[in-house]
């Protein structure tokens, strides 16, 4: 384990409002639940640095819920206990997600001090249809402000999420979306399609729910990928795309199969050569004077087949030197997928094409069956 | 009195559903063969399918006694019969056992094409015919019409017949005095040479097989060698006895015109065929007893396990399964799409139903099954004459100089309203019609050759839904006549598919190719690539659908590093391919491959 390239996640659980379509952990916000749960990530990093087995980190992600809620100061702390109790490198990349609407001007300037250098903005949609559809509290003029207030306060990086098929969407829509984001300072971009999860108010709305349909998704995505192409920014991952530099150095860190390690309710972790997690409970992690008795083991991980899922998921692609005698049994299937127009290969290293991607599940399934 | 005069062997026939098994069950209870306390409903009906579809597979027999109103102790041999077409030959010899029939008759329903047959069958026996109408406390009873018409349709004395309900236990005493009164004692020397007639047998692992028989004439004894008169196959006798309803009884002997069992340490129920006389390796008969045949299988059909490495499993069951059912055979197949199976013969469709619903139940295997297929007869430009139940082994069109399929004689029992209906189906599968026959005002009998290839799909659902349920059916293997027959195959993205193929006749095959492509198109999800589907005669393609690619099957969203949730769904997506069958590049679910079976909607 190269210490140097591991991740550090922290997990805010709260939201002004849950999204209809989200199942990720999330709380209603409260002062006080947010002052105690930021004591408790400080004290849950505190000690994992007593421990020692994890000290260095070139990424810092604070993800939601929505982590602009606890405002300038918290993450202030926060980022200033990381700085103090690990060693981060002098090039870490430090993310915070904030939504529109719950970050202002000096509030992020204040950040950009502080140390934060990188912003992922919930941005969605560029309709404000789309974004009622969602149950979003902001429209897109508010998403427009908050980016522009980042960009003012002096970040360079600035990534958007954007959601593909969702509620009402359509080829036009998506392209105003587009637009949109285009005409925006951004350097980043991550499209993700709407998965309905069954445990939300989308996956109970049943036949309420228009989506678009399979053959109308894959237009929308195929659309995306390719406006974003001619725009400048490159798609390394299934969903993910960036100007030339600005590639989220914490997700490669997932895909590459690198170490993270991911502290607060519904966090994962991957160290030690294991996948750990906490549960979806603040209270116990809240309470817990040693939050890390918490940590439950998800089994071994970072084993071949796990790296070559991961691994097609980017651009860059997977290179099947890593198997070995397998490799060629992989690779006779990649060729086949390749026929059919879904991967390349390239001196024994498989990388899905755009069709590859949309298809990946398939593709990879097929793939790791070579490994069986 | 001698012993034999004494001794009532006999049987009871019905229709399904008329009420056979409720009916044993009163004798049994009434004869106190069998406590109450230990009588689980229908006692000799003891498989779950027996009971689930209300039919007897397997002969079973019992020894009970009975005092008459003249004061005298009889014993009344109840042998039971299978009650379905399939095991006409079965039926045959168990009636071969008996001197009377029982012959029972829904009082609402009345008579059926199976009481007929089964009738006839029991006539031809020489049987005496006890008739009872049953089910006196259904609503719609009418006994009085019920009598006359087995009267007139039958031509036996009915009309004062017992009018009983064996559901309330209602009149069976009187049930037991015509078994006196009318069924004629066993004749037989117990001094002449053994002659005893196999009727049913069974494997036990105790023991060996216990083999049912009625001993026709002479004496078998515990010790004694017998041969199999057919099969050859010799025994020493190690145990004799009768059957009670839940135990054996074993004794020294028996004695001509009774019905027992023995056990000689015999491993495989192929020694001891259904139909074969036993008789003494000291002083052997001079002649078999008439009416042997070996069980002739009429349908095939491959069966595959859906897990690959389950194949010895099957062999297993398979294996088990015919320890009790010689007419059970199954040689080793492969199929390309498939992998290792068994190629399977049943005496007919409920036969094999039976045996599939067996194996997936009593040995947890699933399965999947090829269509089923008759026996095809075909002359080469050669000369040789080859038969064929499996169309992997049709041979190249170019050299068949003629092909023939087997037709049964089916009579089909109907309400005249529904002629045109059934002369419509039989028509649709290539029937020859031989005649109609008013059996009274309102009920008819229609009469037709049916190629057997035609009626081993789904003829009888396809019977029972054009007739609201009224109409009965039963059949007998005809002949063979000449026909025109093609190979159906079908390609799925350019590649044969052996497992799906079939012989079909000429006429049809442009419909049943259309469909079955349809049908295919219908259960194979899209995939990764286009996927077409084929149906070819030779090389020529008579009819093609497409599966479209499946475009979106990706998880987009970033779980924030939860890999082992993407695992998990991948994991579920990998189970989900486990059912499908890989066929080159395609992925065919299992039930498309039954799906294909019925075409007829």
Known sequence: ?372 | MAYNELIRNFCIIAHIDHGKSTLADRILELTSAVSERDMSDQLLDNMDIEKERGITIKARAVRLEYEAKDGKLYVFNLIDTPGHVDFNYEVSRSLAACEGAVLVVDASQGVEAQTLANTYLAVENDLEIVPVINKIDLPAADPERVAREVEDIIGIPCLDAPRISAKNGVNIEAIMERIVEGIPYPLGDENAPLKALIFDSFYDSYKGVIVYVRVMEGTLRKGMEIRMMGTGAEFGVVEAGTMGATSLFPRELLRAGEVGYFTASIKNVADTQVGDTVTGVESPAKEALPGYRKAMPMVYCGIYPQDGAKYPDLRDALEKLRLNDASLGFEPETSVALGFGFRCGFLGLLHLEIILERLEREFSLDLITTAPSVIYKITLTNGKTVDIDNPTNYPDPATIQKAQEPFVAAAILTPAEYIGAIMELCQQRRGIYTDTKYLDADRVEVRYLLPLGEIIYDFFDALKSRTKGYASFDYELSEYRDSRLVKLDVLLNGETVDALSFIVHADNAYARGRKLAERLKEHIPRQMFEVPIQAAIGGKVIARETVKAMRKDVLAKCYGGDITRKKKLLEKQKEGKKKMRQLGTVEVPQEAFTAVLKLDD
């Open chain 1, 1 to 372: 384990m190269t210490a140097d390239s591991a991740g550090l996640y922290l997990h805010i659980p709260f939201c002004a409002r849950k999204c209809p379509y989200c199942d990720f952990y999330s709380l209603p916000f409260t002062e006080e639940g947010a002052q105690a749960y930021a004591g408790a990530l400080l004290r849950a990093m505190k000690r994992v640095a007593e421990k020692g087995e994890l000290k260095r980190f070139s990424s810092l992600y604070l993800g939601g819920g929505t982590p602009s809620l606890l405002g300038a100061y918290r993450l202030a702390c926060l980022l200033e206990g990381a700085a103090r109790l690990f060693s981060l490198s002098p090039d870490c990349e430090i993310t915070l997600e904030a939504n529109p609407g719950t970050v202002g001007a000096d509030m992020l300037k204040s950040l950009r001090k502080t140390g934060y250098n990188r912003i992922s903005v919930g941005v969605q949609s560029g309709v404000d249809g789309e974004l009622a559809a969602l149950g979003r509290i902001h429209a897109a003029e508010e998403a427009r402000t908050a980016v522009l207030s980042a960009y003012n306060a002096g970040f360079d990086n600035i990534s958007a999420d954007l959601m593909l098929a969702i509620p009402g969407q359509t080829g036009e829509s998506l392209g105003k979306s587009l637009d949109f984001l285009k005409s925006l300072p951004l350097s980043h971009i991550s499209a993700y399609l709407l998965k309905v999860e069954e445990a939300t108010p989308f996956g109970q709305a049943g036949e309420s729910l228009i989506l678009p349909g399979e053959d109308e998704t894959a237009d929308l995505y195929y659309a995306c990928c390719q406006t974003l192409e001619w725009a400048g920014f490159s798609q390394y991952e299934i969903s993910n795309f960036a100007r030339p530099g600005y590639e989220s150095r914490h997700n490669l860190g997932y895909w590459r199969c690198l170490p993270y390690l991911g502290l607060g309710p519904s966090a994962h972790s991957f160290f030690g050569g294991r996948r750990r997690f906490f549960g979806r409970d603040i209270k116990s992690f809240v309470a817990e004077e040693n939050p890390l008795v918490l940590f439950e083991d998800d089994g071994p991980g970072g084993d071949e087949a796990e790296r070559l899922m991961l691994g097609l998921r980017l651009a860059e692609g997977f290179d099947t030197a890593a198997l070995k005698e397998k490799s060629a049994a992989v690779l006779n299937r990649a060729e086949i997928l390749s026929r059919h127009g879904l991967c390349g290969i390239s001196d024994g290293v498989i990388s899905l094409s755009r069709k590859g991607f949309l298809l990946s599940n398939s593709a990879i399934l097929f793939l790791l069956e070579g490994l069986e």
